[in-house]
């Protein structure tokens, strides 16, 4: 008898493990569509369907806390929020809903309750927040708030109380407190932290033992470290660490349109071509290791993450796809995969444990315009 239950117990591990699996999705502007690749446990990619969005650009991307459902943005009129439903054991999307969303949004984000879609609007210069329905669906906004220039980014830290959105244009940093069950949003005190000027904060990321923020400054390539209040939300600067190489040419940038890519705002008549363009930021599970991406140069720099003080120290730049807007660590942070705006390709990159150096395994097709990638495991 013992015998047969440990057999019927080995059986079910077996059938839920392979049941599990790791799905990569990526959202092609251009191509009004989202990708699906199925990511092996030797970091390999298989290529799935593509899925279409809609509209265009499809952009930015966000997974409920669950797990069952992926949220895209769209960034044309009508702006709207695309929801689909994650199939478990294939990982394919099915597109359930559709709602309305305030604005353009080059970020939106899922509250940790599921219940609430968050919205920054870097043109609007405003955040909102936007109902779940129990199934997925998004409603109509519940709630409106003009800030101030280029809102770029909404997160919430790990206990869901407080809310952290980056201003590019006035180099701030809002801060919020989020009602969990109404999802109403509402100044924290002080309401905002200033940063330096000319900085342009972009993405803000946060440990995952919530002692930390991190924050990407588009304009100087550069990564704050920002200790965090567990008790009353505040954030305050601590260090400051650059990503770019130490034979960068490159200069400090300056804010640009409301939307980069096609059918959206013409770039400003002045040269770009040697301007710092940061875009994103992604630590890996463990917290060991931070990667920030450089759009111009087509870079990822990389930080070791000292974990009492959260310092970064520099460790060296990785060329990858071409105008790389988004990238994603995989959940066993073994794996992080990268896309361009400019490339037709993914790159997939194994992460040395040790040393949190970047090794390219392989490159694999994808759409045009890619820029957000997600990573969603079942199990």
């Known amino acids: 008898m013992k015998n047969l239950l440990r057999g019927t117990v080995l059986s079910m591990a077996i059938v839920s493990s392979a049941q ?11 191509d009004a569509n989202i990708g699906m690749y199925t990511l092996a446990k030797d970091g390999s990619l298989t290529p799935g369907e593509k899925y279409d ?15 069952k459902y992926l949220f895209a943005a769209i960034r044309s009129k009508p702006f709207t929020a695309v929801t689909y439903s994650i199939d478990r054991k294939s990982g394919a999307l099915k597109e359930i809903g559709r709602g309305e969303l305030a604005e353009s949004f080059p970020y939106i984000y899922a509250d940790k309750t599921g219940h609430f879609l968050l919205g920054a609007s870097y043109g609007a210069n405003l955040v909102s927040v936007n109902p779940i329905g129990k199934d997925g669906k998004v409603g109509k906004p519940q709630q409106v708030i003009p800030t101030a220039r280029n809102a770029h980014a909404i997160i919430t830290d790990r206990s869901n109380h407080f809310v952290f959105v980056p201003h590019l244009g006035t180099d701030q940093v809002f801060q919020f407190v989020l009602d969990q069950k109404s999802g109403k949003l509402a100044a924290n005190t002080p309401p905002v932290v200033q940063m330096k000027a000319g900085s342009g904060p972009r993405h803000i990321i946060v440990s995952a033992d919530n002692k930390f923020a991190y924050l990407l400054s588009e304009l100087v390539a550069t990564v704050t470290t920002l200790s965090l209040d567990p008790k009353n939300g505040q954030l305050k600067e601590t260090s400051v660490a650059s990503f770019l190489a130490p034979d960068s040419k490159l200069v400090a940038g300056a804010p640009r349109g409301a939307i980069s890519g096609p059918g959206t705002n013409a770039p400003p008549p002045r040269d770009v071509s040697n301007d710092i363009w940061a875009s994103d930021l992604h630590l890996t599970p463990n917290g060991k290791f931070l990667y920030a991406a450089e759009r111009t140069s087509s870079s990822l720099g990389g930080f070791s993450v000292d974990a009492a003080s959260g310092k970064l120290t520099y460790l060296g730049s ?21 896309s361009g705006e400019k490339s037709e390709t993914l790159s997939v990159y194994a992460i040395d444990q040790a040393s949190g150096a970047l090794r390219l395994l392989n490159k694999y097709p994808t759409g045009k315009g890619s820029n957000w990638v997600s990573i969603v495991n079942t199990d």
């Open 318 to 338: 990785t060329p990858t796809e071409k105008q790389p807007r988004g990238f994603a660590i995989g959940p066993s942070g073994r794996y992080l995969v990268a």
């Open 20 to 30: 599990a699996a790791t799905y990569v999705y990526v959202s092609n502007a251009e």
């Open 53 to 67: 969005a809609g509209g265009k650009p499809v952009m930015p991307m966000s997974v409920s806390p669950d797990r």
